[in-house]
């Protein structure tokens, strides 16, 4: 970032747009009617356990994340340790993809897209409803995610002003908001591991 008289900005001395407030978390308030959450990017690439906050720091899920000789595992947990979903990855012929397994259904399976030149973007199949889309720059850790047209989750680092390696998960009302986590953190996985 740059200063208003040139020169860079320190990281610590960012300061949020004018109007905007801040919550304890480092982000900005979400709008009325959506679930902020804040995630570390690239962390669950590393195999650690980690908790995953809302926008006022407070923990709400937590993730065991094992990293194993063949494949990654990862068990998304509410805070009093009960499992709601885990992840399994598959190698599928020319493009890898990862369910999300909640008890031992598939909840969700989340595909990279074999070829779009215009932008990124990976396909997520729902079994028994309506498949979703996320499209957008996923380096950057700014895309959404969106079900017939709907936008369903905003993932951005335009809210976070802490951290340089933090971003925000927006997620509309009326969402399986821990399903949209796990998706966020399966993308982030295969954008960080080159796949």
């Known amino acids: 970032m740059f200063r208003q008289r040139g020169g860079l900005a320190r990281p610590g001395g960012m300061q949020a747009p004018q109007g905007a407030t801040a919550t304890a978390g480092g982000a900005l308030a979400p709008p009325a009617g959506i679930h902020r959450y804040l995630m570390q990017q690239r ?3 590393i195999g650690q356990d980690f908790d995953i ?9 937590k993730v065991d994340g094992k990293v194993r000789l063949v494949r990654e595992s990862l068990k998304f947990r509410d805070l ?13 012929r020319v493009r890898e ?6 008890g031992d259904q598939v909840a969700a ?3 990279n897209a074999l070829v779009d030149p215009l932008r990124e973007r990976f396909q997520i199949e729902i079994p028994g409803g309506q498949d979703m889309t996320a499209l957008g720059k996923f380096i950057w850790a700014e895309y959404r ?5 709907q936008q369903v989750a905003q993932i951005s680092k335009k809210f976070s002003w802490i951290r340089r390696d933090q971003y925000a998960v927006d997620v509309a009302a009326g969402e399986d908001d821990c399903l949209i986590l796990a998706i966020t ?4 996985m295969m954008v960080s591991n080159g796949r």
């Open 43 to 45: 962390i669950a690439a």
């Open 80 to 92: 009093q340790g009960n499992e709601l979903y885990r992840l399994q990855e598959k190698v599928i």
């Open 97 to 102: 993809s990862f369910s999300i397994l909640r």
């Open 145 to 149: 995610i969106t079900r017939g047209g």
């Open 185 to 188: 953190v399966v993308i982030d």
């Open 53 to 61: 906050r809302n926008e006022r720091g407070q923990p709400v899920y």
């Open 109 to 111: 399976r989340v595909h």
